[in-house]
T-cell receptor, first 112, second 112 residues
Framework: DVKVTQSSRYLVKRTGEKVFLECVQD?????MFWYRQDPGLGLRLIYFSYDVKMKEKGDIPEGYSVSREKKERFSLILESASTNQTSMYLC???????????FGQGTRLTVV | GENVEQHPSTLSVQEGDSAVIKCTYSDSASNYFPWYKQELGKRPQLIID?????GEKKDQRIAVTLNKTAKHFSLHITETQPEDSAVYFCAASKGSARQLTFGSGTQLTVLP
């Protein structure tokens, strides 16, 4: 089974802090994604990556950056956390084009 | 870019009845349409998908239909059971894209 693991299930951070969310997949997938899930808004794509050191903006990249130094690891960075970034963050991975995405268990981030 | 609209946002049915969730997409080049189920506190998981070369696909009590001309696709769940209660997301992707675009989700509640 594909395993996508996010480093934290719950995080509480203060406004202005730099926040790192980590994601690791074990199936040698080329694609990795960060989505944000908010009630009534579904899953919105923040950033994705299709190769090491490559990244593409999604629909809501403002206030976020990403890093992919190794194929299996994809990090989401909030440079200066704000309260409107309080949300559930989901990492996913997939192989190729138009393919099934496998999700991590999610990180519930609260910014106070 | 692609836009996916999903209706209804909430749906309550009696156990044993059928449930139908509908999605429309905007990009006529989209050719992959997966459906994900997210149980409370868990990660989204693929339950069924369809590609644009077929009009319908079934897997036991669930089925998906696709109307390419109208650019809409639907999830049908028959003989609903309490364990079908969850949030369901539709998504769309085109062959040249690595990412999925998700709908806003439907909270399905099956009443015993």
């Amino acid at each position: 089974d594909v395993k996508v693991t996010q480093s934290s299930r719950y995080l509480v951070k203060r406004t202005g802090e730099k926040v790192f969310l980590e994601c690791v997949q074990d199936m040698d997938h080329e694609n990795m994604f960060w989505y944000r899930q908010d009630p009534g808004l579904g899953l919105r794509l923040i950033y994705f990556s299709y190769d090491v050191k490559m990244k593409e903006k999604g629909d809501i990249p403002e206030g976020y950056s990403v890093s992919r130094e190794k194929k299996e690891r994809f990090s989401l960075i909030l440079e200066s956390a704000s309260t409107n970034q309080t949300s559930m963050y989901l990492c996913a991975s997939s192989l190729g084009y138009g393919a099934e995405a496998f999700f991590g268990q999610g990180t519930r981030l609260t910014v106070v | 870019g692609e836009n996916v609209e999903q209706h209804p946002s909430t749906l309550s049915v009696q156990e044993g009845d059928s449930a139908v969730i509908k999605c429309t997409y905007s990009d006529s080049a989209s050719n992959y349409f997966p459906w994900y189920k997210q149980e409370l506190g868990k990660r989204p998981q693929l339950i069924i998908d369809i590609r644009s070369n077929v009009g319908e696909k079934k897997d036991q009590r669930i089925a998906v239909t696709l109307n390419k001309t109208a650019k809409h696709f639907s999830l049908h769940i028959t003989e609903t059971q309490p364990e079908d209660s969850a949030v369901y997301f539709c998504a769309a992707s085109k062959g040249s894209a690595r990412q999925l675009t998700f709908g806003s989700g439907t909270q399905l509640t099956v009443l015993p």
